[in-house]
């Protein structure tokens, strides 16, 4: 059973229409960089709860969520609508087996992330522990419009402080974007084109690939890694691709 406690609403930055990110102030338990909690709010005398990641580091003063409003869901558009000041509940404990602790050593660190799912690898990224243990790593972030790239200051704050580490390459499905490749990470991969632009090659002798966020994408690039030899990750038998399905 979770402990529910009280988080106080510091900030409720709106990127775009859907796009929000809630900065909130509670008292919970240390978690390790890439968990998620549980938020909820009572909706008609009942408590409505859903697993949102953190994006913050868990060295952080405040916690903070990144999300989209689902424009039918029954969560996340009241979460839309908290202000400063508003309460949310929020699980004590943090949980999850999206973290570096599970993540085998390789040479390199791909993170693979469409929409929101970004979140997990900026508290991953914000952490000294993946610098140290990659010798490169690859962030690649995947939306339907260049307004959903958000974050941008923090990536670029990232790739100055990791210059010789960091690749970051965004992907924009539905739009030409300066910098951005267009159409879907499984096209890219499929024709070569995310291994070319990138400059390193996705083999199981140097990589280990985390897959995030839209179910479909997970299955899909996993599905294409296989044929390059890449296995799923478990605990008993270690591979080289280790996912976390948002829906
Ligand atoms: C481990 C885990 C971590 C998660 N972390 C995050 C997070 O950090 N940020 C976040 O926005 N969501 C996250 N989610 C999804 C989140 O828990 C909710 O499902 C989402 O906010 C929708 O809730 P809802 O009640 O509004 O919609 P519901 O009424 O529950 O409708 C769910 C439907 O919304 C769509 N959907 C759900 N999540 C997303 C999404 N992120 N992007 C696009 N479409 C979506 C899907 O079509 C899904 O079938 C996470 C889910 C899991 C399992
Ligand atoms: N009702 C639904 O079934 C449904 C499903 C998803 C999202 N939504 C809603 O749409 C809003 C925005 O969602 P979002 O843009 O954050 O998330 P998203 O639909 O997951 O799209 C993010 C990126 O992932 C790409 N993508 C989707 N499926 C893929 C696959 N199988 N393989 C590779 N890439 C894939 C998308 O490309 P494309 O542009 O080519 O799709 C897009 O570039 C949310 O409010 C959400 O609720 C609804």
């Given at each position: 059973m979770s402990t529910w406690i009280k988080a106080e609403v510091i900030e409720n930055r709106r990127w775009n229409k859907d796009l929000f990110s809630l900065t909130l102030d509670a008292d919970v338990a240390p978690f390790a960089a890439g968990q998620f909690a549980k938020l909820g709010l009572e909706i008609d005398g009942k408590l409505i709860q859903r697993a949102y990641s953190y994006v913050n580091p868990p060295s952080s003063k405040y916690l903070e969520i990144y999300a989209t409003r689902?424009?039918?869901?029954?969560l996340s558009p009241r979460l839309h609508e908290l202000e400063a000041g508003d309460t949310v509940m929020i699980t004590k404990e943090a949980t999850g087996f999206f973290t570096l602790d599970d993540i085998p050593e390789s040479e390199h660190l791909w993170m693979i992330s469409t929409g929101t799912a970004l979140g997990p690898f900026l508290s991953i990224l914000q952490e000294q522990e993946v610098w140290q243990r990659f010798r490169k790593v690859v962030l690649i972030h995947a939306v339907r419009f260049s307004a959903d790239l958000s974050y941008q200051a923090e990536i670029n704050a990232l790739k100055k402080k990791h210059s010789d580490q960091i690749l970051v390459q965004p992907f924009v499905s539905r739009e030409p974007t300066a910098g951005a490749l267009s159409g879907r990470i499984t096209h890219a991969l499929e024709d070569g084109m995310l291994e070319r632009v990138v400059g390193l090659p996705l083999s199981p002798e140097k990589s280990h690939v985390m897959l995030c966020g839209n179910p479909q994408m997970v299955k899909d690039v996993r599905a294409l890694l296989q044929l390059k030899g890449l296995e799923k990750h478990l605990r008993r038998k270690p591979g080289h691709i280790t996912t976390e399905r948002y829906w």
């Open positions: 689902v424009a039918d869901g029954l």
